[in-house]
């Protein structure tokens, strides 16, 4: 007994002393407060991974906007409400630029492609992403219109359904990537391609799996779990495929390019992009960067915008008097013998206000993306070291009660004035904010307004028989809010 009890007593001083160390050193060094860490697991069994903003937003109760948690043995610094939040990503400038770690982006993106890049390979990547984008389309007329005729397939898949229970999460999902498919890869997949479908599946399916327990205990224990089975290495071997799926596209443009004709889309532009620039040693313009690149914004620009569509169309089966307004609104202004097209949009501030509150109330992606401290700083009245990792919790500014008057009930009224016109919010930031928020949300913007008015204008959304209510409350909440899976009848109007 003697023998086993020395090391085993050693052991426990040694543990006592770690965290003694870091919660006496903390303060020594003026750190932001927070809960004592545990050896080796740090704060996991404070933070529930099956709902880590919930506990986050606790924690700010008792220790202010500005904390420490640790993730394992990693130290973060959270910051939480709008205030705080607006200070790193809106008036931080190019001070907070730079990703922080997040381990499972990091395994899959290797710090390639515009999502978790940093410095110079972020700037010029994004750079010519925003330009590229814009030049095909994105914000203007022509994707407009393709937005609209991929309404109408996405319509004759509803009337299919002839007002018996349907769950829409595939033809939503197949709707985004479309267009997204469209930008990025010059072409459009039937509903029913079989490959296209379960791509589509894979990043439903990945989204989840991200925020699931198994996900969030990867991003806390990522030396470990990376030996151990689970739903996280499903994640990974569905994102695995989902990359070799742009890989063989890419391949096909490379053998079917004609540099006289010029580009044909996304990726033909940066195919000729690496042209240009195949004597540069350090150029950003490679196979791989151009791989990630297309994957990210596939991956983003499609399941993200999809998940909203499904949650607004939730939101409106559930409140059926906000859906009979939205009704009144498009039979106003829009009637029901032509399409609804952008130019609408100013005339129709409470379709805009749902639309807007919709995205607040499930903040999709709670945590946002971390940042990471490039020299020591102060904030709040702390001392923050370089290269500490910055969470900016996005979820903790769209539920402000400084900014919202009703923060955790559905209100449409947050976005709306006296008069009933719409009014912006600073703390309205789903996509993030500043000058690294997502370069898609004008993309996505578009298709939401267009996508539900579309469905509303010929429909009234109601609940199968037998069914009175739905949850609203996310199913699973981690890196993502993912809503239930519910079915509806889409009615004729």
Known sequence: MDLLGAPAGLLAVCLILWVAWKTIGAKKRNLPPGPTPLPLVGNLLQLRASNVAGRLQKMSEKYGPVFTVYFGLDQVVVLHGYEVVKKILVDGGDEFLDRGSFPSADKTNRGLGILMASGERWLQIRRFSLTTLRNFGMGKKSIEERIQEEAEYLMKELRATKGQPYNPAMVLSCATANVVGHILLGERFDYQDEEYRRIVRLLIESLRLESSVAGQLYNIFPRIMDYLPGPHQTFFSNLSDVQA?????????????????????????????????????????????????????????????????????????????????????????????????????????????????????????????????????????????????????????????????????????????????????????????????????????????????????SFHLKHPPGVTKINLTPEVSGFGNIPHQVDFCFSPR
Request: proline share 7%; with cysteine; hydrophobic share 35%.
């Open 245 to 457: 799926f742009v890989g063989r596209k890419i391949k096909e443009h490379e053998k079917t390019l004609d540099p006289s004709a010029g580009p044909r889309d996304f990726v033909d532009a940066f195919l000729l992009k690496m042209e240009q620039e195949k004597n540069n040693p350090k150029t950003e313009f490679t196979t791989d960067n151009l791989m990630m690149t297309v994957y990210d914004i596939f991956f983003a620009g499609t399941e993200t915008t999809s998940t909203s569509l499904r949650y607004t169309l939730m939101i409106l089966l559930e409140h059926p008097e906000m859906q009979a307004k939205v009704h009144e609104e498009i039979d106003r202004v829009i009637g029901r013998e032509r399409p609804p097209s952008m130019k609408d949009r100013l005339k129709m501030p409470y379709t805009e206000a749902i639309l807007h509150e919709a995205q607040r109330f499930l903040a999709l992606i709670p945590l946002g993306f971390t940042r990471v401290v490039k020299k020591d700083m102060e904030l709040n009245g702390f001392t923050i070291p370089k290269g500490a990792t910055l969470y900016p919790i996005l979820n903790s500014a769209l539920r402000d009660p400084k900014q919202f008057k009703n923060p955790y009930q559905f209100d449409p009224g947050h976005f709306l004035d006296e008069k009933g016109n719409f009014k912006k919010n600073g703390a309205d930031m789903p996509f993030s904010a500043g000058k690294r928020n997502c370069l898609g949300e004008g993309l996505a913007r578009m298709q939401l307004f267009l996508y539900i008015t579309t469905i509303l204008q």
